[in-house]
């Protein structure tokens, strides 16, 4: 989000000083200027089609990240994707530079990629999911009772997704969990033995099944159950040591719909989970017996009275294609137990369960369709802004005023986008992107008809990018700015590209993100108009340092929220960090230059924040979060953006106001200088 917002702004206030030689720019200021700009009837197409254009680019950019999740890409393939992705914003700048010189008129070639775009966004939607996340029931299915004939009180797993436990030092002690206690009956377990070990385990004497009421039997994992009329109840004594001697026993009558809730004490440290899926009870408290609240040291667990009232159900039937060498026994043993409901939330790390279908193809042809989407977006925009930029300087209008109109669609359309997505959506589980998509191409359709009613009818300077820069880095002013400039981008590719997998993580719908990025952008517009006066009045590095500042308080703050409605009050900060602090490079790096070099400068610093910054950052950021998780990410970047706003404190100090401080004395000696001549005289 950082990156699409502040992408918008680059040249933003600074292009107008490109022809420094035309005095009327220089004369009309703030309101006149703006009043100027409006009644040039030759740049209302210009204001139009970037409405469009960046309302495109706000419908769709925002929400990239959760479609390739949805996609079922992992965090690092994303991280691998946007790496490619840099790489492709650094050099088809350049090459479509050289392109539009050699054409002149490139209208009919812009149009032709405003309908690319459209027609490729479109083909995202045959991308094949390669990973489905299916979410696991809320409740576990579990039965509690004594297991055989000893004194093992045991809750049985009959999930069909084994649990994984969230294991901590206190385990081995138990781990209290809460649960409710439903209907009490028989369960029938079923496993494949063999004749001998079934003839064996059934030599004394069982019941057939069919003393059992097949006809409301429920079907579990493995297991039948059968419901009866008895309820699980427990009396405790305490003797003299102390200790709580509890017997476990049945009572005659159903338990209620409800149920009654109890808290269990589990030992997880069992390793015949695995294999017969049961977990020891240490201790046992029901809610309507609260003097029972015993610690495991004191509570003992007898079943001695549990199973004498019943019989156990034990049936050995045979299958029917078993071989005559090698005939198979299906064996069934049928305990008194009740059946358990948890929450599976309490008592497992996995709430929910990934299905692998084809990963790789679909990770390979979301990159290689994105690298051509790359290729149409990036293009397009670099001729569109090249194209803006002459006419904006035919007319001597502000080139930050068209811009303004690219903010307001991005505003309007983003959240319009998201809401559409949550609307058409059956669950929050299964997002519906086709809204977004067919948004995109439908704008962009748009786009490349409207281009075609644009004159284009000039001949552009040629851009020699790599001509000026070896001059340019030999200030050392210039390589300090363009280190912080790599580290702010850093920033902004680690989190806005992955902002929306945490949004919604913690909760956060489409219409949210969509929200936010309104409130980013509507943030941003008169921090921008604004920005010259801010500048004049504190200095383009002390705003730096102060954006800076800001990141850190914004990272902060995201690592601790639980609430997603409070990213709002950070995307408004975020105007600071992102838009403010790339028009401060803007025109920083412009002061340095010269009016030969602004145009070298101004893709110097496009290269190094964009291709470098939020390339390695969308790289970085994908690893880092897959290792540590994003609340640890944040706090890392906000470790990262502190160093390097006080790094550049120490400069400016330093070396920025000594070195003015050496400039306005070397004047003054000059001033004095000639004022002695001109004594002498």
Known sequence: MDEDCSRTSMKFNTDQKLDMGKAEIEKKEGLALLIYDLKQRKLIPI?????????????LFPYAAIH??????????????????????VLIPICSGMIADKLGNFKMLLSVLFGCT????????????????????????????????NSTLTLTDLDLHPCKFKLNEDSEIGENVSATIGECGSVCYRSDKSDTEATLETASSFVSDTNLDHSIGKEYLDAVFFPNDWDLEMSCLQNLSGRSNCQLGRKSGAVSRKGK?????????????????????????????????????????????????????????????????????????????CVVQINRSDLCSDIVREEVINPQLTFWMYLLLRSVFEVFVVGSATLFDGAALVLVNEVRGDFGFQKMFGFIGFAIFSPISGALMDHFSTNENDTNFRPAFFLFAGLFGIAAVGMLTIDLNFKPPAEKLMKNVISLLKNVELDVLLAVCVASGF????????????????????????LSVTISCLTAIPLLLLSDTIFRKFSVPNVLVFCLFTFVIRLIGYSYITNPNLCLVYEAIEAINGALSLTSFMIYANQL??????????????????????????????????????????????VIAFLTGFFYFLFNILYLRLKANDKNNTIVDKAESNRKVEEIQ
């Not at 204001?47 to 419908?59: A, D, R």
């Not at 920033?491 to 719908?509: A, M, Q, R, W």
């Open 68 to 89: 390739m999740k949805s996609l079922g890409i992992s965090v690092e393939e994303t991280g691998a994707i946007y790496s490619v992705n840099a790489v492709l914003s």
């Open 47 to 59: 204001k139009i089609l970037s409405l469009i254009v960046f309302s495109g680019y706000g419908v």
């Open 593 to 638: 230059g010269t009016t030969s070099t602004a145009t070298s400068i101004q893709g110097l610093i496009s290269t190094t924040y964009f291709g470098l910054g939020v390339g390695i950052g969308s790289s970085v950021g994908g690893v880092l979060i897959g290792a540590f998780g994003q609340r640890v990410v944040f706090r890392i970047l906000a």
């Open 491 to 514: 920033l902004v590719g680690c989190t806005g590209n992955y902002l929306f997998l945490f949004l919604e993580e913690i909760g956060g719908t489409r219409s949210l993100m969509g």
């Open 118 to 149: 459209s027609i490729t966004s479109l083909i995202f939607l045959l991308v094949p999911v390669g990973r489905i996340s299916i979410a696991n029931p809320t409740n576990m299915s579990m039965t509690l009772g004594c297991f055989n004939d």
């Open 261 to 337: 809730n109890a808290t269990l004490a589990l030992k997880l440290f069992q390793s015949d989970y695995n294999i017969k899926r049961m977990i020891p009870v240490l201790w046992m408290a029901l809610e309507d017996e609260s003097e029972f609240h015993h610690k495991s040291s004191d509570f003992q667990i007898q079943c001695s009275t549990y199973d004498e009232k019943l019989n156990l159900l034990q049936t050995v039937y045979s299958q029917d294609n078993q071989t005559e060498n090698n005939p198979i026994t299906h064996y069934r043993t049928c305990r008194s137990q």
